[in-house]
């Protein structure tokens, strides 16, 4: 079996809840200590074993074209749609080539000494169990229910040290007894995910999100799993103002 060597970034959006910064500076390379965001997202994928990493940006992005452009181990893959990460990660299927890959959206940075681990940690499982993705979880707040990708599993077989068979995903959603647990933003997948993305249907804003596709997984039988961030690692949100300024100052500190 060969180890998981790509990874997938989607970082085409168009930044809308961060403007006015966005529009002279994208998303991705706002500063977060002293590196952009996105430079936080390299790291811990060329840090947990990631050789080939495809960065998916539009092709105004600039400032990620310079900063990145001549990184051995980054593509550049240009998708100018605005349909949302699930489009974007449909942009990298040639990149791909059918093997089993990560994603880790590029607004999502995690801060912790063994933040490498967890990301070997969720490669292993998905090739030793053999299923159809593993993704990482955390415990969210009430208040942040109806801006997740909300996952549910049989709380009786949960370990907070183990992974879990999710039962469900739903993006978004409006019913806040759902869960409290939620995406991370950080994926293992194999290549069928492709053809169950082109299936799926885009969202009210025309954007194509990943966790349909996922949703679609479960509901055909295939195991999804689930593996809880253990408490010494913290997801952030740099994706909005509050989120960013408070990984800011955690970043700096």
């Known amino acids: 079996m060969s180890q998981i060597s790509k990874a997938v970034v989607p970082a085409a959006g168009l930044g809308t809840r961060m403007e006015p910064i966005s529009s002279y500076l994208p998303k991705p390379m706002l500063p977060l200590g002293r590196k952009p965001v996105l430079q936080h997202i390299v790291d811990e994928l060329q840090q947990a074993g990631i050789q080939e990493i495809g960065l998916v940006i539009r092709s105004d992005h600039q400032a990620i074209c310079e900063y990145f452009g001549n990184h051995s181990a980054i593509s550049l893959i240009e998708d100018n749609t605005a349909s949302g990460p699930g489009g974007a990660i449909l942009k990298a299927e040639e990149f791909i080539g059918g093997d089993d890959f990560v994603v880790i959206f590029s607004d999502a940075p995690m801060r912790g000494s063994n933040r490498s681990e967890y990301l070997q940690r969720l490669m292993t499982l998905k090739q030793n169990r053999k299923v159809g993705a593993v993704l ?41 007894e759902i869960s409290r647990w939620a995406s991370a933003c950080r994926y293992v997948l194999d290549g069928d995910i492709f053809e169950t993305l082109k299936s799926i249907t885009s969202d009210q804003k025309g954007e194509l999100q990943l966790t349909p596709a996922i949703r679609d997984l479960i509901a055909t039988g295939e195991t999804v799993v689930g593996l809880p961030l253990p408490n010494q690692l913290q997801r952030y949100d740099t994706g909005n103002f509050e989120g960013y300024f408070e990984a800011f100052g955690d970043f700096v500190s």
């Open 136 to 176: 990482s979880i955390y415990q969210i707040p009430k208040s942040e229910i109806s801006s997740r990708g909300v996952v549910s599993f049989e709380e009786q077989e949960f370990s907070k040290e183990a992974p879990v068979g999710l039962t469900d995903i739903i993006e978004k959603p409006s019913d806040e």
